[in-house]
């Protein structure tokens, strides 16, 4: 994975999870907004897993190809 591309969809994870956490502090449990958003969390999150395993595998590739 290019380096560009695992910074901007780290960008994008990290806003997603940033911008859904201040809204959840905000909106009312049990209201539809408060699920999207919370979905929007869980997005968020899996986005930023799958981008972190993808580098650590991509580093470790590249360790074994050198030695």
Same mark, same amino acid.
């Given at each position: 994975?290019?380096? $560009?591309?695992?910074?901007?969809?780290?960008?994008?994870? $990290?806003?997603?999870?940033?911008?859904? =956490?201040?809204?959840?502090? #905000?909106?009312?449990?049990? +209201?539809?907004?408060? =699920?999207? +958003?919370?979905?929007?969390?869980?997005?968020?999150?899996?986005?930023?897993?799958?981008?972190?395993?993808? =580098?650590?595998? #991509?580093?470790?590739?590249?360790?074994?190809?050198?030695?």
């Amino acid at each position: 994975m290019p380096p $560009a591309v695992g910074r901007v969809a780290l960008g994008w994870a $990290a806003f997603l999870v940033l911008a859904s =956490v201040v809204l959840l502090l #905000t909106l009312t449990p049990g +209201t539809p907004e408060f =699920v999207i +958003t919370l979905f929007t969390l869980c997005i968020g999150l899996f986005l930023g897993l799958i981008v972190v395993a993808a =580098v650590v595998l #991509t580093r470790r590739r590249g360790k074994r190809e050198d030695v």
